[in-house]
């Protein structure tokens, strides 16, 4: 399962299920650095930093030289900004509070380098900082992996293992770091890891096979083969659970809502998947009509293929997908305690920058649990091709993207997502457990993938593009994801930016599949920047006259311009294409009293769950017994915004105006309603 984003209690950042996970770095400073000095290749520096005051350090580089570096955060915590020679920001870092903060970048140009290091919020404290590698960029592709890979090269933290395959066989294999702290063991070639989210496509494979074999169609109402699900009078189909279109509430960030600690290992039932759907008023939406990312689905569908074949899901995926194509070493993990040999331990960053243990998602089966290998993947990647299990045909059904009834095409087909990189057609799915990350990516055009697998919840996920960027190379084209070509095929130079046209674009935009998420563009002279709810702000830079990429994500914009030239929606490129649309109101700032006015107990009958409103600090706040107080910043009359689990509050008056109810939103979860018990 992709949850990129769960919550840490002794962390400030959320690792969050939600498919907009997208920005994720520094809060701005205004206070001008102090110059600290040239940094030097294994020279550590020492010093403090006092509150709103970042350091500046400089280093003279050659163009294509190569830089790795880190900022042991002893007593603060903070933000390391490296900016290029023209004083442009290249990259943020920004992961645990405490410990190591690494730092890597390669110099584009030659020229002078400034590393700021910055206090995050009001934090002051002691620090050091040192330059650990600088060197030519590496030019053979296996090499600059290993550059790429120095942070897990130590034998102190969790690792990955990172595989080339071409014409289904590996090229390039890598180990890297450990795959248990505890007992000092290697990450290596043979190690099985826990594949999240990647398992979706195995899940669907499935669901093909038995359709293949006559045992049931794709488009069959769920409620043929699981019959105490509810009836919510519009047909869901397996084709709906396959494609994110089924309008069931999503069981991970329900549960969260209502208090479970997933970070925590809080235990999940299967059955509450049938429950949660027993328990829903409605659909959030009709089927077929709108893409949401839903684990609930794949849950459901695991417990399709038990019931049809009459095994467990487990027994029937090694039966009659692992043996047949050789994956020896790969299984569905029926529970999260269940003991799998071999495997790598997962780890999550924690406040003093060491690793905690991290326990598996229960109830993951179907939406993900496998663990398996690269040499396993290898096998599956090669099928694609050959079609030896399955047949002729079933690649194409796998990859066929789902129109929604509207008529519009989503990136996604049956598990996968397909879409391009650099001018390749890209067939994709990344994975992420609570501390485990993959990654496998295909390129059916050149016959090549990209696989990438860790026991860290803070590896990278975009690293996959970058390999495939060294390897494949020679089959790409230099155009950004996401960015349109200038209609006289004329180089677009962003030097050349009138930034005064960016004011056409600045103001807030809500996304339309998580209502409730807004991103918030500004301009500063000529610098833009976007900020999304609930995190902070980041850079972004023109690709176009209308197009933009942020600098530390792998993600883009498009703005949109409708014929008389006014900028009412943009889309959003991560994962596939999110459209959004400006907000026209003004943010609505009541005033003390009026807050007062929201507080009180609301309980939810869906989730059996209290909530606690108040005022503190001038800022109203949801409580929960087994949630850290959350903070929420009003939007407009009667509607709130916050982070995870809630993203969003919107309370519900009588016609008298008395607030009787309110309903709390997260993006994959929509409208659970609380009423106002009477004080």
């Known amino acids: 399962m992709d949850l990129a984003k769960l919550p840490f209690s002794q962390i400030r950042h959320f690792l969050i299920l939600f498919l907009i996970c997208i920005f994720t770095a520094t809060v701005a400073q205004e206070t001008a650095a102090v110059s600290s000095g040239l940094l030097q290749l294994n020279l550590v520096k020492s010093d403090s930093l006092p509150a709103q005051t970042p350091h500046a350090y400089t280093l003279d580089l050659q163009a294509d030289q190569f830089v790795f570096g880190q900022v042991n955060q002893i007593t603060v915590d903070v933000v390391v900004t490296v900016q290029g020679p023209d004083g442009e920001t290249l990259h943020t870092f920004d992961n645990p509070a405490r410990g190591p903060e690494p730092f890597h970048f390669t110099a584009t140009e030659s020229g002078e380098y400034n590393i700021e290091v910055k206090p995050f919020q009001e934090e002051s404290g002691k620090y050091t900082i040192e330059v650990k590698r600088l060197e030519p960029l590496a030019k053979d592709p296996a090499k600059r992996v290993d550059q790429l890979m120095t942070v897990h090269t130590n034998m102190e933290s969790p690792g990955a293992v ?180 071999n495997s790598a331990q997962g780890y999550v960053g924690n406040s003093d920058g060491g690793f905690d243990e991290g326990r598996d998602l229960s109830a993951a089966m179907g939406a993900g649990a496998i663990y398996t290998t690269i040499g396993d993947l290898a096998k599956w990647i090669k099928n694609f091709k050959t079609e030896t299990v399955g047949g002729k045909g079933v690649f194409q059904e796998m990859t066929t993207r789902f129109v929604i009834e509207e008529g519009d095409t989503t990136a996604y087909a049956l598990g996968l997502f397909v879409d391009e990189h650099n001018g390749l057609k890209r067939i994709h799915h990344g994975g992420a457990d609570l ?189 929960h017994r087994r949630m850290d107080d959350i903070s929420l910043t009003p939007a407009k009359k009667d509607n709130f915004r916050a982070g995870y689990p809630i993203a969003e509050l919107n309370f519900i008056r009588n016609d008298a105006g008395d607030i009787t109810a309110l309903e709390a939103s997260n993006g994959r979860t929509r409208g659970i309603r609380f009423k106002k018990q009477n004080q």
């Open 162 to 341: 990172i595989a080339v395959v071409e014409k289904g066989e590996i090229a390039f294999a890598q180990a890297y770091g450990l795959a248990n702290l505890t007992y000092q063991l290697p990450f290596t070639v043979e190690t099985l890891n826990n594949i999240g989210s990647t398992s979706k496509q195995f899940t669907c494979f499935a669901i093909v096979l038995l359709a293949r074999d006559g045992k049931l169609s794709l488009d069959d109402d769920i409620r043929t083969h699981i019959p105490e699900l509810k009836d919510f009078g519009k047909t869901v189909t397996l084709r709906h659970l396959m494609t994110h279109t089924s309008g069931y509430r999503e069981f991970l960030n329900l549960v969260s809502m209502a208090g479970r600690r997933l970070d925590k290992g809080d235990y999940i039932s299967r059955d509450e998947l049938i429950a949660i759907v027993q328990r829903q008023p409605e659909l959030q939406n009709d089927p077929g009509k709108e893409w949401n990312y839903n684990n609930t689905a794949f849950g459901l569908l695991a417990m399709v293929v038990e019931r049809v074949s009459g095994e467990t899901f487990p027994d029937w995926m090694k039966e009659n997908v692992f043996k047949p194509l050789g994956m020896n070493n790969s299984f569905v993990r029926s529970h999260s305690m269940e003991v799998i040999p």
């Open 435 to 623: 501390a485990h990350r993959s990654m496998l990516a295909y390129y059916p055009e050149i016959d090549a993938a990209i696989i990438t697998q860790s026991n860290s919840a803070l590896f990278p996920r975009n690293l996959a593009s970058e390999i495939a960027e060294l390897f494949f190379k020679a089959h790409m084209t230099t155009e950004e994801e996401g960015t349109v070509a200038v209609a006289d095929s004329t180089p677009f130079n962003p030097e050349e930016y009138d930034p005064e046209n960016f004011d056409k674009f600045v103001g807030q935009y809500e996304l339309e599949a998580a209502p409730g998420f807004i991103l918030d563009f500004t301009r500063e002279e000529d610098k833009f920047y976007s900020q999304a709810t609930g995190q902070a702000r980041l850079e972004i830079v023109p690709t176009s006259d209308s197009t933009f990429k942020l600098l530390v994500v792998e993600a883009s914009l498009t703005f949109h311009k409708d014929k008389d030239g006014k900028v009412e929606t943009l889309t959003l490129h991560q994962n596939g294409n999110h459209l959004a649309k400006r907000v026209q109101e003004a943010p609505w700032a009541p005033d003390p009293d009026e807050l007062t006015t929201y507080t009180g107990q609301y309980f939810s009958s869906e989730l059996e769950t209290f909530y606690e409103l108040v005022v503190k600090d001038s800022n109203l706040v949801v409580q």
